[in-house]
């Protein structure tokens, strides 16, 4: 197992069976992480934005952190594409055809 997935499964960034999956060295796809990740940046993004007493900077740095994990996102689907099992958005498709 790779030490990045390592320190992922402990980061509590995963839902517990997706954990316990990478420690057991059964590491789901990519785009499988990658979907738990963006539900867990979209549940924090929410969380802070309706927070009235957050800060200003703090929902600045929230919807920041949401900005870039969808980037992240649509760039592992353009590495990994529909061959993997991802539904391709758009922009992936246009450069199929």
Do not use: C
Not at 8 to 26: F, G, N, R, T, W
Not at 35 to 44: C, G, I, Q, V, Y
Not at 60 to 88: D, K
Request: aromatic residues 6%; hydrophobic residues 45%.
């Amino acid at each position: 197992m790779s030490y990045a997935l390592n320190q992922l499964a402990h980061s509590k960034l995963l839902p517990p069976p997706v954990s316990a999956a990478i420690l057991a060295d059964d590491a789901p796809p990519i785009p499988e992480l990658t979907e738990h990740l963006l539900t867990t940046t979209m549940d924090a993004h929410f969380m802070i934005a309706g927070d009235p007493q957050s800060s200003w900077a703090d929902r600045r740095l929230s919807h920041q952190n949401l900005v870039t994990a969808f980037m992240l996102a649509l760039v592992l689907e353009t590495i990994f594409g529909p061959e993997h099992g991802v539904a391709g958005t758009g922009a992936t498709m246009e450069r199929a055809i």
